[in-house]
Every structure is written in C-alpha cells, then in structure tokens.
T-cell receptor, first 114, second 115 residues
C-alpha cells in the first residue's frame, strides 16, 4: 500500500523567510502533484512532476522531485501572507493505465505572519 | 473556477438516511473521481469512473456507491449514514489520454453533516 508522509504538519513562518515542505512516499510512482487548499475551499493544482529531477517554479513556490529517494520538496521563497494555506502532495502509483488513484499526504498547514 | 460542478454545496441529514451527491465534470473530461476529506482520515480517494465504467476503487465503504452516466455526470450515493460520514466530498475530473497526467481538477465540494 502506498504511503505518503508530509512534514511538517504545521508551519508558522514570518514574511520574507524561506522554508521547505517535504513529501516522502513509499513505492514507485510515475507522477507527483502539489495542491493548495484554502480553508473551506477546494483544491487548486499547483504543480505536476513527471520525472526524476523535475523542477517547476511558479512565483515564490518551487517544487522538485527525486524519484530515487522517493522525495519531493516544495520550497517557499520570501513568504508572503497570501501563501497561507494548506499544501498537499499527492502521489500516483506507476503503471496503472487509465486507472488513477491518488494518495494524498496529510497536508502542511502554512501560516505566514507579519 | 475549475469547471467541475458539484451539487448540493451543503447537506444536513440524520443518521440512517440516504443522500445523493452529484458531479458534472469539465467539458471533454472522461474521468470522474470521488474523494472524502475529514479531519481524522484526511483526503481519501474513494472511486474513479472512466467513460461510464469503474476504473479504480479506494477506501469506499459498502454503504457507498457511485455511477457515471452516459452524459458523463456522476453521482455518489451514501446510505445508512453514520455520524462519522460527516465530511467534505470532492469530485474531480481529468481529460482523456496523456493529458490526464497533467492534473485532476477538483470541484468545490459538498459538505455533508450527519446529525
């Protein structure tokens, strides 16, 4: 059974600071997603990482994937209050054809303070 | 707005009752997925349909069932409801073929409260 662990679970950081959220998973995967969720809202897709060494950046967020270590990171640069949300990684198992079953991490609740 | 619609937005019902949640995928998407989000279980995959056929099953209880209709909308039926079924239920959709790898687009969710 695929297990996905995120850490930290909660992150309080000051504006302007940098930090990294980690996502570890237990079996081989052919893609990994990062989503953002604001309180009481739906999930917004941030990144999809499809291969080893993949790196994607959007604004102050950068995601990377190391399939050998089964690790993805979401790096936050110079945090701003608008980034406050819960961030989820989700892992897709390898070789499932049109069957698609995402396993989500526990989420990291990010709070950016002034 | 992802283009995925879900109704109703909120649902309050009593234990033992049955409810139906409805989802319309984005135009052109063939896959529909159902997820449950609760404080104790987190975000859990329930079931996937692809062009009317069940394709993947997760931790879906026997009291729950789903189907996808010829017009590609989907319904999730929850019966003999228990207090622990209170959760946010999301529907997501993805396009066919290789584009499905890009992401799953999530709807706004249905918040179910069982009293």
């Amino acid at each position: 059974e695929l297990k996905v662990e995120q850490n930290p679970l909660f992150l309080s950081m000051q504006e302007g600071k940098n930090y990294t959220i980690y996502c570890n998973y237990s079996t081989t995967s052919d893609r990994l997603y990062w989503y953002r969720q604001d309180p009481g809202k739906s999930l917004e897709s941030l990144f999809v990482l499809l291969s080893n060494g993949a790196v994607k950046q959007e604004g102050r967020l950068m995601a990377s994937l190391d399939t050998k270590a089964r690790l993805s990171t979401l790096h936050i640069t110079a945090a701003v209050h608008d980034l406050s949300a819960t961030y989820f990684c989700a892992v897709h198992p390898q070789n499932t054809g049109t069957a698609s079953k995402l396993t989500f991490g526990t989420g990291t609740r990010l709070q950016v303070t002034l | 707005d992802s283009g995925v619609t879900q109704t109703p937005k909120h649902l309050i019902t009593a234990t033992g009752q049955r409810v139906t949640l409805r989802c319309s995928p984005r135009s052109g998407d063939l896959s529909v997925y159902w997820y449950q989000q609760s404080l104790d279980q987190g975000l859990q995959f329930l079931i996937q349909y692809y062009n009317g056929e069940e394709r993947a099953k997760g931790n879906i209880l026997e009291r729950f069932s789903a189907q996808q209709f010829p017009d590609l909308h989907s319904e999730l039926n929850l019966s003999s409801l228990e207090l622990g079924d209170s959760a946010l239920y999301f529907c997501a959709s993805s396009p066919p073929g290789l584009a499905a790898r890009e992401t799953q687009y999530f709807g706004p969710g249905t918040r179910l409260l069982v009293l």
